[in-house]
């Protein structure tokens, strides 16, 4: 875990997400959001990857 860049505390996991992971700080509350370089992205459900033309 990180420390703070403003007091210097151990900050805590406070929530994480495909793209980013959170931290918090419990003394001074600072939040810091560290991107993730690179996420896994699925197709979606209603199938927008690739359109089927059946009127052939």
Do not use: F, Q, W
Not at 5 to 33: F, Q
């Amino acid at each position: 875990m990180p420390e703070c860049s403003n007091c210097g505390e151990r900050m805590s996991h406070n929530d994480e997400t495909t793209k980013l992971t959170e931290y918090v700080c419990a003394r001074c509350h600072r939040t810091e959001i560290v991107r993730k370089p690179a996420y896994r992205v699925t197709p979606s459900a209603t199938g927008d990857a690739a359109a089927v033309d059946d009127d052939d």
